[in-house]
């Protein structure tokens, strides 16, 4: 199993990314997914999830109107639409499958079966 997550960078403030989560060796429809994200210094946070078939999804109250999720079971990828950014949105970005139904998807990292490698994302000001 892999998840490999893409598309982090350094923008400016207001910039927006689309951050990527390719997975393999699973049957991707069958996963709830998760996005993470851990600043320096800080705990791994949960950011956005989406149900296997992409009809539930949650944010965490901050990033609520700036970032979509969104999932393509036919290509087994996961987005994460930014926009927006601010510099509290430094960190690097995460994306996690979980086996389990996930409705709504589960917030803590340890529910989570299989991560990616993490994608950085510096947004400067």
């Known amino acids: 199993v892999q998840l490999q997550a893409s598309g982090g960078g350094s923008v400016q403030a207001g910039d927006s990314l689309r951050l990527s989560c390719a997975a393999s060796g699973l049957t991707f429809g069958s996963y709830t997914v998760g996005w993470f994200r851990q600043a320096p210094g800080k705990e791994r946070e949960f950011v956005s999830g989406?149900?296997?078939?992409?009809?539930?999804?949650d944010y965490v109250g901050f990033v609520k109107g700036r970032f979509t999720i969104a999932r393509d079971n036919a290509l087994n990828t996961v987005y994460l639409q930014m926009n927006s950014l601010k510099p509290d949105d430094t960190a690097v970005y995460y994306c996690?499958?979980?086996?389990?139904?996930?409705?709504?998807?589960?917030?803590?990292?340890?529910?989570?079966?299989?991560w990616g490698q993490g994608t950085l994302v510096t947004v400067s000001s």
């Open positions: 996690a499958a979980d086996r389990r139904l996930g409705v709504p998807p589960l917030r803590q990292p340890e529910e989570y079966d299989y």
């Open positions: 989406i149900s296997r078939g992409g009809s539930v999804t």
